[in-house]
C-alpha cells in the first residue's frame, strides 16, 4: 500500500515538471531571450503591428554575445521595445527608464499659460488637475492635466452647471494629457451622457498564443446624475496619451461631443511588467479597448475636426484648435 | 537544478511515513512560536528567475492527544521580502491555518485528513506603472496529514522526536487570469467597469479546482522537545515545497527553523 501511495507520488511529481521551473541563465543572450519571450507570449499587438517577433529575435540576437557589456545589452534590448511602437511599454534598468515617445514627429504645440492669458475672461480657477474658467458668456472651458482626482471633475461639473443658462457650450482641453486612471475617464465621458449607453469593450490576453484573447467585455457609461448639460468640444494632441485616448474614443461619435485638434497618441490598454535574470524591468502592453463602433484607438483617435497649431500663431498668441472650438 | 529538489521532496517524504516510534499520550498542548525563515520564490507572472530572501514566521498553535487519534490546529504567518534590487524585490506575505485530525494506524504512526486554508500574496517594490503590482495564490485544501514519534538519545533523558508531513490532494485555488490581477471570473461579468466592483465576490468565487497535478503543497517537519514538568520548548525545521503549474506558474521552497514555547496539560 505504501509503496502504490510512493509511486503514485513519484508519478504526480514526474508530472509536475515544468518548463518554467528553469530560469533564464543572467548573461546577455539569456536576459534577452527572456526578454523577448515575455513579449512574444504577453504583447498584445503583434497581429494588429504586424511584427515579426522571430524576425527581431534573429535579429537583435545576433548583436549580442556574452562578452556584451551592459550598456549594449540596454541598447539592443531597448531597440526591440522601440520597435514595438507603443508608449506604454518600457524598459527600466534602475538608472534609466526607455519608452516610445508617441509624439515624436509631430509638433503637438499648446500653452496652457497662453490660454489662460489670452483667452480665459476673468477669473482663473486653478485646482491640482484642472484648469478652468470662462470663454465668454456661452463658453466655458476646463484643462484635464491628468486622470487622478476625479473630484476635480464633479467639482468643475458643478461649477457651470450653477452658472445656469448662460453657459451652452463647455471646451474640455485634454492636450498634452498623459493619461492616468482609466475609471476616471470612463467617469469624465459618462460625465457628457445623459443615460446609460455602450461606450466600447476591453479585451484581455489571457495565453501564450498571439491571437489568445478573452471574450471583449462590454463597457456602459455610469448614468451619473452629476453630469455637463452642455454641449462639449474636446481638444486633443498628439500628447493626449492613454486615459485621454480612452476619453476620445468614448465620446466620438456623440452627437452632443465634436473632437478638434489632432489625432491622439493612443495608447488603448494597461501593462504588466516583468523581471528579467538581472534584475531589469520589462513591460509591455496586455489588454485593449475598441470604442462603440469596434475601432482601436492603439494608434490613436482621430478628431471629426483635425486643426493644427503652428508656431507662428503660438508665438504671436493665437491657438488654432482653441480658435475652431470657440467657432464650433 | 530540478532534479535535487525533487530528491529532497521524496526523502523527507519517506523518512516521514517509515521512521521514528514514540510521543506522550493523553495531552492537550499550546504553543506559541516565532523564528527566522528563508524562502526562494519564482513567481513567472512577473519574474523569469528564483528569488531568494530572509524573513520571519510565527506559529500558534493546540494539539489534543490520545491513544487513539491526535487533533492538530495551527496557524502561520510567513513574512519575507525576496531581490535587493530596488525595481525587482517582493514582499511576500503568507499566512495559513492548518487542521488535521489524525488516526493512529500504527504503534505511534498516525495519519489523517488535513484541511488547510492559505495564501501567498506578493507586494512588488519599485514598480509604479504596471498592472501586475500584486499577485496571489490562494488555497483551500484537503489533503493527507502525517506524524511518527519517536524518542532520541539515552534512555535517561530522551529528547523525544517527531517527523510530520502533509500534502493536499484536492484543492479550490484562486489566482490572477492570465494578464490581469483579478480572477477570470472578474472578467466574466457582462458589464465590465474599471473599478473594482464585485472585486471580492469575484475572487471568492473565481477560484478552480486543482488536484496534485498542478498544486503541490508538501510540508515537512522535525521537530525535538524538552520539557520540565509541563511547560517546555521545542526547536522544528520545517520544510515547505509550493508549485502551481497551470499556464503561469509558481514555485517556491521555504526553510524554517521555528523556536517554540509550550504549554502542556496533561489529562
Known amino acids: ?328 | 537544478m530540478y532534479l535535487p529538489y525533487m530528491k529532497n521532496i521524496f526523502l523527507t517524504t519517506f523518512f516521514s511515513i517509515f521512521i521514528g516510534t514514540a510521543i506522550a499520550q493523553n495531552t492537550n498542548s499550546l504553543w506559541i512560536g516565532l523564528s527566522p525563515t528563508v524562502q526562494t520564490t519564482k513567481e513567472t507572472r512577473y519574474t523569469s528567475t528564483f528569488r531568494s530572501g530572509l524573513g520571519y514566521v510565527g506559529t500558534l498553535g493546540y494539539s489534543s492527544v490520545n491513544e487513539k487519534r491526535t487533533i492538530f490546529f495551527e496557524t502561520e504567518f510567513t513574512s519575507t521580502t525576496l531581490g535587493s534590487s530596488n525595481i525587482s524585490s517582493t514582499r511576500n506575505l503568507q499566512p495559513n491555518i492548518q487542521f488535521s485530525y489524525l488516526f493512529q494506524k500504527a504503534e505511534k504512526v498516525n495519519f489523517g485528513p488535513d484541511l488547510q486554508i492559505g495564501s501567498l500574496l506578493q507586494f512588488r517594490n519599485g514598480i509604479t506603472s504596471s498592472n501586475n503590482k500584486i499577485s496571489y495564490l490562494i488555497w483551500n485544501s484537503l489533503g493527507l496529514s502525517m506524524n511518527k514519534s519517536f524518542l532520541l538519545g539515552s534512555s535517561e533523558r530522551p529528547i523525544p522526536i517527531i517527523l510530520t508531513a502533509s500534502l493536499p490532494l484536492l484543492s479550490y485555488l484562486i489566482r490572477p487570469s492570465y494578464s490581469f490581477p483579478f480572477t477570470d471570473r472578474f472578467l466574466e461579468q457582462e458589464n465590465y467597469n474599471f473599478d473594482l466592483d464585485n472585486l471580492s465576490s469575484s475572487i471568492i468565487k473565481g477560484g478552480k479546482i486543482r488536484t496534485l497535478n498542478s498544486f503541490i503543497h508538501l510540508k515537512f517537519g522535525v521537530e525535538a522537545y524538552r520539557f520540565k514538568k509541563n511547560l517546555g520548548g521545542s526547536l522544528k525545521y520545517q520544510f515547505n515545497y509550493l508549485s502551481y503549474l497551470k499556464q503561469k506558474s509558481l514555485f517556491q521552497f521555504t526553510h524554517q527553523l521555528i523556536f517554540t514555547f509550550i504549554i502542556n496539560n496533561r489529562k
Open chain 1, 1 to 328: 500500500m505504501r509503496i502504490r501511495f510512493l509511486s503514485l507520488l513519484c508519478l504526480l511529481f514526474c508530472m509536475s515538471c515544468n518548463e518554467d521551473f528553469i530560469s533564464e541563465k543572467d548573461t546577455p543572450i539569456g536576459v534577452f531571450n527572456a526578454m523577448w519571450q515575455f513579449i512574444d507570449e504577453n504583447y498584445v499587438f503583434i497581429d494588429l503591428k504586424n511584427l515579426d517577433m522571430e524576425e527581431l529575435k534573429n535579429t537583435y540576437s545576433s548583436q549580442l554575445s556574452d562578452s556584451s557589456s551592459d550598456d549594449e545589452l540596454f541598447q539592443v534590448c531597448s531597440n526591440l521595445l522601440l520597435d514595438l511602437k507603443d508608449g506604454h511599454c518600457f524598459l527600466d534598468n534602475g538608472n534609466s527608464t526607455v519608452r516610445f515617445d508617441t509624439g515624436e514627429g509631430f509638433n503637438s504645440l499648446f500653452d496652457l499659460e497662453l490660454i489662460k492669458q489670452n483667452y480665459i475672461q476673468g477669473e482663473v480657477i486653478e485646482y491640482e488637475y484642472i484648469t478652468t474658467g470662462n470663454i465668454n458668456e456661452s463658453t466655458g472651458y476646463i484643462h484635464l492635466s491628468e486622470f487622478e482626482n476625479v473630484d476635480e471633475i464633479r467639482k468643475a461639473i458643478t461649477d457651470f452647471n450653477q452658472l445656469g443658462s448662460t453657459i451652452d457650450k463647455i471646451i474640455f482641453d485634454i492636450r498634452n494629457n498623459s493619461g492616468g486612471d482609466p475609471q476616471i475617464a470612463l467617469t469624465t465621458a459618462s460625465s457628457f451622457m445623459e443615460r446609460e449607453i455602450f461606450l466600447g469593450q476591453i479585451i484581455h490576453k489571457d495565453g501564450k498564443a498571439h491571437d489568445d484573447f478573452t471574450d471583449p467585455i462590454d463597457i456602459f457609461s455610469e448614468g451619473l446624475p452629476l453630469r455637463f448639460e452642455e454641449d462639449a468640444r474636446i481638444l486633443t494632441n498628439r500628447n493626449s496619451f492613454s486615459a485621454s485616448s480612452y476619453l476620445a474614443g468614448m465620446l466620438q461619435h456623440r452627437d452632443n461631443v465634436k473632437i478638434i485638434g489632432e489625432t491622439t497618441g493612443g495608447g488603448g490598454g494597461d501593462v504588466v511588467s516583468y523581471e528579467l535574470p538581472n534584475g531589469w524591468v520589462v513591460a509591455v502592453t496586455v489588454n485593449f479597448f475598441l470604442d462603440a463602433m469596434g475601432t482601436h484607438i492603439e494608434n490613436g483617435v482621430e478628431p471629426d475636426i483635425s486643426v493644427i497649431n503652428t508656431i507662428d500663431n503660438i508665438a504671436v498668441g493665437i491657438d488654432d484648435i482653441l480658435v475652431e472650438a470657440i467657432n464650433q
